[in-house]
Nanobody, 122 residues
């Protein structure tokens, strides 16, 4: 069993930055790929970014590519999402997930955190 706890969300002005953290416990995080999704009210859960177990491979959703960076520190069992040049349309609840394959399909991820709210004001 794996437990995930996100932190770092908050309110920021457009153009600003935030860094989200996802702390994993229960099993060695390096055995899994890690990812971030987001969900805005009335919308489906959207893939944001994913990273391989070693951290050597990353993938991004089209809407965040070039602005967001995913990373991980396996010694701390933690993944990060650095978000720069934030836009009001980035406003959503951001969820951390763990699985065996980086995929944009949310149902294929195995474990989820409780989510952290990110609000970008214009």
């Amino acid at each position: 069993q794996v437990q995930l706890v996100e932190s770092g969300g908050g309110l920021v002005q457009a153009g600003g930055s935030l860094r989200l953290s996802c702390a994993a416990s229960g099993r060695t995080a390096s055995s899994y790929v890690m990812g971030w999704f987001r969900q805005a009210p009335g919308k489906e859960r959207e893939f944001v970014a994913g990273i391989s177990g070693t951290g050597g491979s990353t993938n991004y959703g089209a809407s965040v590519k070039g602005r967001f960076t995913i990373s991980r520190d396996n010694a701390k069992n933690t993944a990060y999402l650095q978000m720069n040049s934030l836009k009001p349309e980035d406003t959503a609840v951001y969820y951390c997930a763990i699985g065996y394959l980086v995929t944009a399909t949310a149902t294929r991820w195995n474990y989820w955190g409780q989510g952290t709210q990110v609000t970008v004001s214009s």
